[in-house]
């Protein structure tokens, strides 16, 4: 698998409902980031998660990060027709100043 | 709060044109990355620029490709004869020093070579 693989690659839920986006990684890294994209527009930063770290919040997104399994969880809870995005996660090495290596992305459709 | 610009929004060039695509990074930033994303594919980075050189490029940043930096406020990518494949998303990205992680994006380019 690539650095950064996304599973499921598409998902359709009820709005409301909660989201679960899931990320495997293959080196290890510095930190794990996950961005949003509307169809065809720019990357919008949503939370970044460092190693050391192992869940983090910020209004209704909760990253999870297990450094072990190299992999990462994206949850979007109440879910609302404005989320329907595509969601990648992107990892960056130690060292930092350097690249971030993005994920093959989750589709999601919130359907009100 | 300050923002990553990008300029035109969509390009449209004829193949074997040259192009130049351009961002203003956010202004106390040193860092400059930029990224393409072919269309239904995921974000690939292409080179980042620290100092007045580039620090590192991939695959996809050949002889054709080239970066600079001409002024204080400008991050330029130049694609000296455009392909078909290079019809992409172009994204610019910054960094502040003292920061190493979360790099800024910008709203992206779009190039359709035709």
């Known amino acids: 698998s690539q650095q950064g693989e996304e599973d499921p690659q598409a998902l359709s839920i009820q709005e409301g409902e909660n989201a679960t986006m899931n990320c495997s990684y293959k080196?290890?890294?510095?930190?794990l980031q996950w961005y949003r994209q509307n169809s065809g527009r720019g990357l919008v930063h949503l939370i970044l998660?460092?190693?050391?770290?192992r869940e983090k919040h910020s209004g209704r997104l909760r990253v999870t990060l297990d450094t072990s399994k190299k992999s990462s969880s994206l949850l979007i809870t109440a879910s609302r027709a404005a989320d329907t995005a595509s969601y990648f996660c992107a990892t960056g090495r130690s060292g930092g100043y350097q690249k971030v290596t993005f994920g093959t992305g989750t589709k999601l459709q919130v359907i009100p | 709060e300050p923002e990553v610009t990008q300029t035109p929004s969509h390009q449209v060039t004829q193949m074997g044109q040259e192009v130049i695509l351009r961002c203003v990074p956010i202004?106390?930033?040193?860092?400059f990355y930029w990224y393409r994303q072919i269309l239904g594919q995921k974000v690939e980075f292409l080179v980042s620029?620290?100092?007045?050189?580039?620090?590192?490029k991939s695959e996809i940043f050949d002889d054709q490709f080239s970066v600079e930096r001409p002024d204080g406020s400008n991050f330029t990518l130049k694609i000296r004869s455009t392909k078909l494949e290079d019809s992409a998303m172009y994204f610019c990205?910054?960094?502040?020093?003292?920061?190493?992680?979360?790099?800024?994006f910008g709203p992206g380019t779009r190039l359709t070579v035709l």
């Open positions: 998660i460092r190693s050391n770290e």
């Open positions: 080196t290890s890294i510095n930190n």
């Open positions: 990205a910054s960094l502040p020093q003292g920061e190493t992680d979360t790099q800024y």
């Open positions: 620029f620290y100092n007045n050189e580039i620090s590192e």
């Open positions: 202004s106390n930033h040193l860092y």
